[in-house]
């Protein structure tokens, strides 16, 4: 695994990034949307689809992109030992949120994903235990009808933390997503230590 010894800022990562990660954004997109947020203006660009794209938050080390109307790209420098790694999530909505994550190093050779985080949420993770006044096979046939785990996945910029919003349940009928409410967790965080996110 190659990783840099050399520090480096999320901006720095962001404009020598390969077309290949982002296709949406031209390298000068990337260094156009930086230029105005250093400028205190709206970071918004023509994309290579000839709609607007939009980076929304810039700090050291990290960064949000609104790419559509309907997709959101954000990334993360998060330190390795002497060195440091790149998380970047991409989300469509479409009407339920689903995440894709992947781990870059400072070359943008992709990583892989199970070095970095220990277990990826399931979807029994995402219920609670079922009170013992709630009728056990009308639970049973409401929690039957979610087969599908759909998660939205978000980067914090002030935290390394990375949360999974369980997305699923925009995907269900409002029967059972009303049923299932209560028993549902809505998140789920892990913390980056010692170079792997964990629960």
């Known amino acids: 695994m190659s990783v840099s010894a050399k520090a480096q800022q999320a901006r720095d990562y962001f404009t020598s990034m390969p077309d290949s990660v982002l296709p949406l954004l031209t390298a ?19 994309n290579r689809f000839n709609t607007k794209s939009e980076m929304t938050k ?34 469509v909505n479409g009407p339920a ?24 949420p399931r979807l029994d993770d995402f219920f609670t235990a079922v009170p013992d006044t709630v009728n056990a096979n009308r639970y049973q046939s409401y929690r039957s009808r979610v087969e599908m785990l759909l998660t939205k996945a978000v980067l914090s910029p002030d935290a390394q933390t990375l949360t999974f919003v369980f997305s699923t349940p925009a ?29």
């Open 28 to 46: 000068v997109n990337r260094a156009d949307c930086i230029d105005f947020l250093d400028s205190h203006m709206r970071a918004e660009v023509t």
């Open 58 to 91: 810039l700090t050291p080390d990290f960064i949000e992109m609104r790419l559509t109307t309907t997709s959101t790209w954000q990334m993360k420098v998060l330190p390795l030992g002497d060195a440091q790694v790149v998380c970047a999530v991409s989300t």
């Open 97 to 120: 949120a689903d995440s894709h994550i992947r781990f870059y190093d400072d070359d943008w050779n992709e990583l892989p994903l199970g070095c970095f985080i220990d277990t990826l």
């Open 171 to 199: 995907a269900l009928d409002n029967e059972t997503a009303t049923f299932l409410k209560p028993f549902i967790r809505k998140e789920i965080t892990f913390q980056w230590c010692d170079g792997r996110f964990v629960r």
